[in-house]
């Protein structure tokens, strides 16, 4: 379980929300709205460790996360707004990078590619990639992660029709093998497994 109690978030010396009080268990998943500067990114970056909350805590499996943040990050896998690609580096290249000493396969990460609709075009430097194909290849680390809780910014950014229902199928995969998920998006979900809604905008400030 992951579990949030009280907590505050700060930009600039600015209080964005505080009060925030959720928890998330196996198979669920948390959709957070609100409107541009409401504090969605920034309370993506709390929960994975990189900005530090006001106040408040987070647990998770009943740990406080700012103690047990080696096993909690092992758990954990972020994905931001950005795609991060390398531009000088092709589609295989740019995954091998991004999953650093995880090991995995050639054939794993050939097979995530194809999955990825990028298979034919592996080969070549990001650079020469569309944007929904850039985003794509940023969310074809989901296909090569056992990471239990996933955190998503605007994962829908570029991605067209096929792209969505593609991404839609391993996000439900995930989430009905008892995975959690945690997302920024502003269209509205059509997942068929438990998604909670987060108006950071009806948050105390």
Known sequence: ?????GLAVEREERLLFSGLSVSLSAGEGLH????????????????????????GSISWCGQDVSVFREEYCSDL???????????ELNCRENLRLALGVL?????????????????????????????????????????????????????????????????DSHLERHLKSGGMLILTSHQTLTLSSKIRVLNLGEQHA
């Open 1 to 5: 379980m992951l579990k949030i109690e």
């Open 32 to 55: 957070i709205v609100g409107e541009n500067g409401a504090g969605k990114t920034t309370l993506l970056r709390v929960l994975c460790g990189l900005t530090l909350q006001a106040s």
């Open 77 to 87: 896998l972020y994905l931001g707004h950005k795609n991060a690609n390398k531009t």
């Open 103 to 167: 090991s995995v396969s050639d054939e794993a990460i050939s097979d995530a590619l194809h999955d990825a609709g990028l298979g034919l075009i592996s080969h070549l430097p990001t650079r020469f990639l569309s944007q929904g194909q850039q985003r794509r290849l940023s969310l074809a680390r989901l296909l090569l992660t056992k990471s239990k809780l996933w955190i998503l910014d605007e994962p829908y950014v570029a991605l067209d029709y096929k792209a969505i229902d593609w991404l």
